[in-house]
């Protein structure tokens, strides 16, 4: 990065910083990972100067000999991985890969039925401060309160009482298998499309630790970072019926010209996903998600649901008596990064929620295993117990330092 070190000092000190914390961090955000050197490459690449508009062999510019070809090749290779019949890795985001989905099947002012924010759902299944709750009328589906597991009796009901025209399933702070079977029946009973994001669990699905929404669900919609292990992106799957459809609801429905570069660091990222590492890496993240939960179970944490069984934990603070931001906060102090979240019915704000949400897909592309897993989880006990003692935290931060060092950040994932 000489060029950028004399172009703008600035920036170029930022981003060394900031290389060097998420190396000797351990970072539990369970939306965040990291990419291979290969990812990092294409994403840099010359594309980034390339407009695309419109799709393979349908250029609204001349001079796509190439990115063409790079297109096709994103499509196919996630077409093959997630067994669709159609792809489209145009959107620039899993919002935006959303709202095409929904604006590929219903109409505004329709009923759309979505988790939860506040049990753990996403901000773009029509909870109210999203614009998907402005263009389309929303209800909710929630929790059961004596499980923590999603009440698909309940889904069932509303479904029934307010024939939603499409129901989303999936979620942002669930830490249990989604039944996408159970959503599709529910579906059907009422006419309604299903959408599947599995933006979180892609990376658990192609691993095969997670079953698949292909076969129940009309559209998929996804990021391709996460447990994918891509760039920052967005993709839809869906049925050879929807296609057009869908590929008018992105282009030009709501995007202009692709991103080329992101696009061609997804189809590299797709490439390293149809490996057996790769199914070994998603069986490790679960493996190490599991750990973790066990060890904070013996220490007193409450954990929504009582567990996990993918990549991510849902802690509520409520029994110890610690906010979740100031939990978040003397974690990122002691090197252990992580976020505040909300709970089920959690009577505190958003901003200063009961619950910290914390995850394994990062920690296991470094190689971290169980006996790791288990040593961070008593190591967030050490700081919950000592969060207003600064030595403890200090104390911790040196630990995790020196864990660090012992689990460099890979550059390769898969073997040319």
Known sequence: MSVLEHIDPVIYRLINQEQAMQSDCIRLIPSENYVSKAVMEASASCLTNRYAEGYPGKRYYEGQHFTDQIETVARERARQLFKVDHVNVQPYSGSVANMAAYAALIEPGDTIMGMSLAHGGHLTHGWKVSLTSKFFKAVYYTLDPATGLIDYDLAERLAKEHR??????????????????????????????????????????????????????????????????????????????????????????????????????????????????????????????????????????????????????????????????????????????????????????????????????????????????????????????????????ESVRKEVKELCAQFPVPEVFVNP
């Open 164 to 393: 939603p025209r499409l129901i989303v399933c999936g979620a942002t702070a669930y830490p249990r298998i989604i039944d996408f079977e159970a959503f599709g029946r529910i579906a059907k009973q009422v006419g309604a499309y299903l959408v599947a994001d599995i933006a979180h669990i892609a990376g658990l699905v192609v691993g095969g630790v997670h079953p698949s929404p292909v076969p129940h669900a009309d559209i998929v919609s996804t990021t391709t970072h996460k447990t994918l292990r891509g760039p920052r992106g967005g993709m839809l799957m869906c049925k050879a019926e929807h296609a057009t459809k869908v590929d008018r609801a992105v282009f030009p429905g709501l995007q202009g010209g692709p991103h080329m570069h992101t696009i061609s660091a997804i189809a590299v990222a797709l490439k390293e996903a149809a490996t057996a590492d790769f199914a070994r890496y998603a069986r490790q993240i679960v493996s190490n998600c599991k750990a973790m939960a066990e060890a904070l179970l013996e220490r007193g944490f409450n954990l929504v649901s009582g567990g996990t069984d993918n990549h991510l934990i849902l802690i509520d603070l409520r029994n110890k008596g610690i906010p979740g931001k100031k939990l978040a906060r003397a974690l990122d102090r002691a090197g252990i990064i992580s976020n505040y979240n909300t709970v089920p019915n959690d009577p505190a704000p958003p901003m200063n929620p009961n619950g910290l949400r914390i995850g394994t897909p990062a920690i296991t592309t470094r190689g971290m295993k169980e006996p790791q897993a288990r040593q961070i989880a008593l190591w967030i006990h050490r700081v919950a117990e000592g969060i207003d003692n600064e030595s403890v935290i």
